[in-house]
């Protein structure tokens, strides 16, 4: 016999859990059963835009099914796709060898494995401010805390080398490096990423270095972190939702550094992964196919993403009292408007969506300070409909 009808309570990490780039769908579902078309400019998902996977990653997953390969694999990957992995990295000039990488369901689940298997309870992981919100997210799962490093917006959005050296206390564990950045479109330059790992080093943390728009520069691929120093300690990862169209497929990688210092890490890594028996089978047929594979497409999407880079800083800064520093990879840009004492990133966010049904996320989803104004755009909408949001985006500003 049923009694008790309380509902059933849920977990307090969840109350810390927050994923703004998802979270403010609910308002824009609120906003669509007005009658207003939404305009989704929040997720990164360049296949919803009409750009396409390559087919030859197509045939590559197909047939992987048709040749029966649906069991699991090896908690760490298949063979052939860690040595993809592998000698990708090498071509790149950072010696890797298979046995310390692998392969995961995006990019995602190597960030989340790298943390459970690294940081305990209470301890802290320096974050940037901007951030991509899955750092922020999986540390309040596990019980951990952000540090958030200024990027300066200033300074082209590069790391505040001083603000990082100031926030180290004895619980730090790790520097989360996002170079190209999302939200920021930001390439930090050599001397900055040599000053990441010396602080690095000088502290006895671990870099993650999150590479997944590595491919998406304009003028060309960005060398991973760990060629300026190959015994530093960097868990790099990356995936093919981005530069190979596939994010729906969850396939990513991720390689640990060669340092001896980090072979805890990677048994931990390891010992976590088989917990979860695998990442999707068939995809990772696709990341084989996509490492030694024809990367044409990538030019051509690079070239895609530039001029809409262009066309977002161009077009935002021209509206009174906002300001956009030009991204240089992938296809966001974080503009700041000003706002009116009082006023918040989501009270303008809000506003906006409601009274144009463009939905854009609010800068403080990022961890940047809700008063400052900031808000993220993605530009992989055409050209042409770009341009008519922006002009939406300016009438309503200036209302
Ligand atoms: C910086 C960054 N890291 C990780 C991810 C997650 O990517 P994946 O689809 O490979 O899990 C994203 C997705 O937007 C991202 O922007």
Redesign the pocket.
Known sequence: MRTVLTPIRTAQRVDRFTYAIRNIVAEARKVEATGTTVRYLNI?DPNQFGFVTPPHLVEAVAKAMRDGHNGYTASVGIAAAREAVAADFTRRGVRTAADRVLITS????G?ELALTAIVDEGEEVLVPSPT?P?YTAVLAKIGATPAYYRTDHTNGWLPDLDHIRHSITPKTRALVV?DPN?PTGAIYPDDTRRALIDIAEEHGLVILA?E??GDLAYDGEVPPMALLDQDAPIISYS?L??AYLA?GW?A?WMAVGRSPRLDPALAAIKKLADGRLCSPGPMQYAVVAALNGDRSHQHRFREELRGRAALTVERLNRIPGMSCVAPRAAFYAMPKMALPAGKTDRDYVLGLLRATGILVVYGSGFGTDPADGFFRVVFLASPGELAAIYDEMAAYTLA
């Open positions: 990164g995006g990019t995602s689940e960030i991509y899955l996002i999302n999150d997944v728009y995936s939702s981005k994010p969850r990513g």
